[in-house]
């Protein structure tokens, strides 16, 4: 797939739906005969619906997931500055390795929201990629220089959401 030019795809706003569709790119784009690799920042259980999918129907899907503790009104702890570093580090190596079509950064916005790590890190690997690599970057408050930067950038905004009516998180929907 290097025969293409990749672009950078930025999925914000404060509505459902944001690592979602950057699942539906990447299973497109499996279909195809992509290589797949995603971080996902302020994530570690294993027993989320997405993660036991990968492990056992998509072998082209690599995934690393940064996170300790679950998030909290959208924000990452402090106590997870280093596992953020880390797993910045080992998608930015997978970015530049050349070996994978599609990099996700899932919930990078917010880490970048809450100086986790720093804009000008990011800015400099997106400008550094592989140019026929294509980017995916989520999370809630996207900084606007990310936006410039991107290539296409959706906010997803909410207009209902069955949580304050009372429905929990559920297996297969939220996780």
């Given at each position: 797939m290097?025969d293409?030019?990749?672009?950078?795809?930025v999925y914000?706003?404060k509505?459902?739906g944001?690592?979602?569709?950057?699942?539906?790119?990447?299973?497109?784009?499996i279909?195809?005969?992509a290589?797949v690799f995603?971080?996902?920042f302020r994530k570690?259980n294993?027993n989320?619906?997405e993660?036991q999918?990968?492990?056992?129907y998509l072998?082209?899907?690599?995934f690393?997931?940064?996170?300790k503790?679950k998030?909290?009104?959208?924000y990452l702890k402090?106590?997870?500055?280093q596992?953020?570093?880390?797993?910045?580090?080992?998608?930015?190596e997978a970015?530049?390795s050349?070996?994978?079509?599609?990099?996700?950064?899932?919930e990078l916005?917010?880490?970048?929201?809450?100086g986790?790590l720093?804009?000008?890190e990011?800015?400099e690997?997106?400008a550094k990629r592989p140019?026929?690599?294509?980017i995916?970057l989520?999370?809630?408050?996207?900084?606007?220089e990310i936006?410039?930067?991107?290539?296409?950038?959706?906010?997803?905004?909410e207009?209902k959401h069955h949580?304050?009516?009372?429905?929990k998180?559920?297996?297969?929907m939220e996780?």
């Amino acid at each position: 797939m290097k025969d293409k030019k990749g672009i950078i795809l930025v999925y914000t706003g404060k509505g459902k739906g944001k690592t979602t569709a950057a699942l539906g790119l990447a299973l497109r784009a499996i279909g195809h005969g992509a290589q797949v690799f995603m971080v996902q920042f302020r994530k570690s259980n294993p027993n989320y619906g997405e993660i036991q999918a990968i492990r056992n129907y998509l072998p082209a899907f690599t995934f690393f997931q940064a996170g300790k503790s679950k998030m909290y009104e959208g924000y990452l702890k402090e106590d997870e500055r280093q596992i953020t570093v880390d797993g910045f580090l080992l998608g930015k190596e997978a970015l530049l390795s050349e070996k994978f079509d599609l990099v996700i950064f899932d919930e990078l916005n917010i880490v970048l929201d809450k100086g986790l790590l720093a804009k000008e890190e990011v800015l400099e690997m997106l400008a550094k990629r592989p140019p026929w690599v294509d980017i995916v970057l989520t999370g809630r408050n996207a900084p606007p220089e990310i936006i410039e930067a991107a290539d296409m950038a959706s906010e997803i905004k909410e207009i209902k959401h069955h949580y304050k009516t009372g429905t929990k998180a559920r297996a297969g929907m939220e996780f």
